[in-house]
Nanobody, 126 residues
């Protein structure tokens, strides 16, 4: 029943920053974990970052470590991805996803997530 909606995408120059947000609908929202994935033209869907909802433990793919920060606001049922020093290689459609209840830490496997947002376009120009 829960729905996820991303926002914050846009067109920026290399080196700029963007903050993506993912809002969950419903009166209550307490997933086991949430993650961000991205898909560039001609590329497979790629894991970006994940966060364990209750503890805040995070996990990142190597290409974004040190540049991206995933966070959540449990009370507001929102998750964010702060992206800094953006590169052209970061251009993609970014989607948020939630693993709702199953208490297993499988952050980087898309098929392990239960609910997905529609995605938001991030374009980084040179």
């Amino acid at each position: 029943q829960v729905q996820l909606v991303e926002s914050g995408g846009g067109l920026v120059q290399a080196g700029d920053s963007l903050r993506l947000s993912c809002a969950a609908s419903g009166r209550t929202f307490s997933p086991y974990s949430m993650g961000w994935f991205r898909q560039a033209p001609g590329k497979e869907r790629e894991f970006v970052a994940a966060i364990h909802w209750s503890s805040g433990t995070t996990y990142y793919t190597d290409s974004v470590k040190g540049r991206f920060t995933i966070s959540r606001d449990n009370a507001k049922n929102t998750m964010s991805l702060q992206m800094s020093t953006l590169k052209s290689e970061d251009t993609a459609v970014y989607s948020c996803a939630a693993r709702l209840s199953t208490p297993r830490w499988v952050p980087d496997i898309a098929g392990e997530y239960d609910v997905w947002g529609q995605g938001t376009q991030v374009t980084v120009s040179l």
